[in-house]
């Protein structure tokens, strides 16, 4: 077959238009699976996989065109078909059609990526400020400046506001600004110091395009103590408005809001924030005397209020204090803190945690995350607590694994929402993904015990029964936290190892003549030893404690599976969820 009789074969058996016609198909699936992958968390060989096939396929579709050709009564081989069989303008008809579909699928490919685009620039961290004073210990005030801001900015929903604990770890003006911002998934970073002096401050910020170093905005404000919310509230709304976010009527009053007009007091706030964020029962502590001393200073300080709120309900969670000791203060506190300034999304979300944790009232638990979410989109905790609290106890898994995900756009960083992403997967049963998420975790950080423990249960309910050993060892190792050591003793008692259950049994004992000890912790290493009638009497007793950090989750807790057929436990899980105020649980 000479040249031009092979060209026109090529033309006669339609490969030109197959060929033009998967290549236009196999770009669009290119572009379609670049979007998609990346927004299902597939990993990066996946879309290598895909691309190879798509190309296989271009020879496979060509191949095809040559040998057959579609005619009236199906597929036949191209020699087989005679000149009349062949309808070329059939042919072109549909061909056309196929490409302008095509045209159109692109089209809105296309827009999609642009619109993507464009709400992925309305993204921004806050580096920490650097600390220009003279004097070290006002390292406090630099960081109280840049989590203010940050506060402010993160009340507006259309942008997306990287939470602090994400941005600890970066000093202000880096080097590596483009690497940062991909780590953190924004576009901005704004970065800054802070020099304190006497009645004095003088802040200076730039506002960076991460991707190319582009300096959009940049400023210095020299200005009196008392004037400082309103650099703050300035700094906001400069960078909102470079960003081009759209703010609600609310969403500008709450960015311009001066919490208080007593310097001290503000002072006084933004060192207990700073012993806040360390996460420790000292620190813990020591947050609660400076919050209460600009209480002290400032009566209608609402911030300060909310200060209180977010301490004492993390309290018995760190096992610094009985929930009957500090969930009703955090109550008390966050209805105080909403009584002065209803608008506060963070008060919502710790009085959302106490009243679920204290008095397993979810709808009312429920109404709080909600109203603290819509008040403060960009709080990564409220996202975080509503998904385990509010959702992951009543059984919602997919709603709650959305939420941790969102806290984790927000706060990418933070080992504790990498680490609850992994303990709401191993709630939902998923425990393959719960434990690479706590493997990638402990990466992050491995010497985290919480995470250490949380793997040791998803591998124990995978069945890994050493490997969970090892773990929950580990974690008791690194913190006094009695629960690792209860789970130790839980699975000894499964495994036949009484006398060692029955030590770890005595070891708990002996540290509850000193602090509080959750009955839960006593409850599975009596599940262990097969005493489950001991087990739900203790678990009775916690629910009489209020300590709704173990029993709120009493129908989700898959280590309490053993006692779902006794008729005692099912009333206890009745008490737990028996409608409050006639309204029944979600």
């Known amino acids: 077959m000479n040249r031009g009789n092979f060209l026109a074969e090529l033309k006669r058996r339609n490969v030109y238009k197959v060929a033009v016609a998967y290549a236009v198909i196999a770009w669009l699936l290119i572009q379609a699976g670049s979007i998609l992958f990346p927004t299902f968390e597939a990993p990066d060989w996946v879309m290598k996989v895909f691309v190879t096939i798509v190309a296989a396929g271009f020879v496979i579709a060509l191949l095809i065109a040559w040998a057959f050709e579609m005619t009236p009564e199906g597929m036949k081989r191209t020699e087989n078909v005679p000149p009349n069989e062949f309808n070329p303008q059939w042919s072109r008809r549909k061909f056309a059609t196929l490409i302008v579909g095509v045209a159109l699928l692109a089209a809105a490919l296309l827009i999609f990526q642009l619109w993507r685009s464009w709400a992925s620039e309305k993204s921004i961290a806050v580096l920490p400020f650097d600390n220009l004073s003279r004097d070290p210990e006002n390292a406090y005030f630099a960081e109280g400046v840049q989590d203010e801001i940050l506060t402010r900015l993160a009340k507006v929903a259309d942008l997306k506001v990287i939470s602090r604990t994400s941005t600890q770890s970066f000093k202000s003006a880096p080097k590596d600004l483009p690497q940062i911002a991909k780590q953190l998934g924004v576009a901005h970073i704004l970065e800054g110091s ?12 730039q506002l960076i395009r991460a991707a190319t170093d582009a300096h959009l905005w940049g400023e210095s404000f020299d200005r009196n103590l008392v004037d400082i919310f309103a650099v703050e509230s300035e700094i906001a709304k400069n960078i909102a408005d470079k960003l081009r976010a759209k703010l609600t009527g609310s969403e500008a009053q709450a960015m311009g809001a001066r919490p ?8 006084l706030y933004l060192k207990g924030r700073f012993f806040w964020n360390k996460r420790t029962a000292k620190d813990f502590n020591t947050a609660l005397v400076y919050f209460q001393q600009a209480i002290d200073k400032d009566p209608g300080f609402a911030l300060a209020y909310a200060g209180l709120a977010d301490t004492y309900v993390l309290l018995s969670g760190f096992a610094a204090a009985s929930p009957k000791e500090s969930l009703p203060k955090a109550k008390a506190a966050a209805i105080r803190a909403l009584e002065l300034d209803s608008t506060l999304g963070e008060a919502h979300t710790s009085l959302g945690q106490a009243v679920s944790a204290y008095d397993f009232d979810f709808v009312r638990a429920d109404r709080e995350f909600r109203r603290g979410i819509e008040l403060s989109p960009n709080y990564a905790t409220g996202h975080q607590w509503y998904a385990e609290s509010g959702l992951a106890a009543l059984g919602h898994f997919d709603e709650a694994i959305a939420e941790m995900k969102r806290a984790l756009e927000l706060d990418p960083l933070s080992v504790i929402i990498n680490a609850d992403v992994g303990t709401v997967l191993c709630t939902a049963g998923r425990y393959d993904e719960a434990i690479e998420q706590l493997r990638k975790t402990l990466e ?32 008791a190792t690194l913190n006094d936290d009695p629960l690792p050591l209860a789970l130790l003793g839980r699975l000894y008692g499964r495994m036949g190892r009484k006398d060692e259950a029955l030590k770890i049994l005595e070891r708990l004992q002996e540290i509850a ?15 262990g030893l097969g005493h489950n009638d001991e087990a739900i009497r203790l678990l009775e007793e916690a629910y009489e404690d209020h300590n709704g950090y173990d029993i709120a989750y009493i129908k989700t807790d898959r280590l309490l599976n053993p006692l779902h057929g006794e008729p005692r436990f099912q009333a206890l899980v009745a008490k737990v969820f028996a409608p409050k105020d006639g309204k029944p649980s979600p």
């Open 194 to 205: 802070v020099q304190k002096q006497g009645e004095r401050v003088r802040v200076n910020v």
């Open 260 to 267: 208080t007009e007593n310097g001290e007091a503000y002072q």
């Open 444 to 475: 992050m950080d491995p010497d985290f015990y919480y995470a250490h423990w949380n793997l040791g249960q998803a591998l124990e309910l995978k069945g890994r029964t050493e490997e969970a050993i090892a773990e929950y060892q580990k974690a």
């Open 513 to 527: 003549k000193d602090r509080y000890v959750s009955r839960y912790n006593f409850a599975i290493v009596q599940m």
